[in-house]
């Protein structure tokens, strides 16, 4: 994989690239991000499995020759937009997160201009918090949320960058 710069473009999430997203593995300790099987998500309608979700707050990036480089979810809360992302497990550690999130945080901007943008990070997931802070995020709180495997420590990071 080139680490030369990469252009990204945020397009709607279709059930095509919903159901390519879910069958994306990644190694350990990141495979904490990978998601259940298209059909079981389909079928409880959780997260891009729900139609109208998917409509509502999801998005694909699409990278050089339309190729699906990863996805975003514009979660609305009063006066902010949290982001959620990943991008594909062949693309992590190839020097396209700057321009991966930045087309990502612009697409929030996009959407609601004047809410605050966030996102939260699992706080030994360095890789992403080094991506993040260059791209203007800062970290404003540390708490514990469950994930698939228990409790564990999440930053919440705020953008300050520029609009």
């Known amino acids: 994989m080139d680490e030369a710069s990469v252009t990204f473009h945020v397009k709607p999430m279709e059930e095509e690239h919903a159901q390519q997203i879910c069958s994306w593995q990644y190694d350990p300790p990141y495979n904490i991000y990978s998601w259940l099987p298209w059909e079981q998500m389909k079928a ?38 949290r982001i959620g992302l990943g991008m594909h497990p062949e693309r992590c550690g190839h020097g396209q997160g700057v321009e991966f999130v930045s087309a990502i945080v612009q697409e ?43 409790l564990q420590p999440f930053y919440c990071m705020v953008y300050t960058g520029s609009r």
């Not at 109208?52 to 990036?61: N, T």
């Not at 996009?110 to 992403?128: F, G, K, M, Y």
């Open 44 to 81: 409880l309608e959780v997260e891009f499995g729900d139609v109208q979700l998917r409509k509502d707050q999801y998005a694909v990036i699409f990278g050089e020759n339309d190729e699906i480089c990863g996805f975003a979810q514009f979660f609305p809360l009063v006066g902010v937009t």
């Open 108 to 150: 929030a901007i996009r959407r609601n201009p004047s809410n605050e943008i966030d996102l939260e990070v699992l706080t030994w997931n360095t890789r992403a918090i080094r991506v993040y802070e260059k791209v203007g995020f800062i970290t404003q709180d540390t708490y514990e949320r469950q994930t698939p495997t228990g």
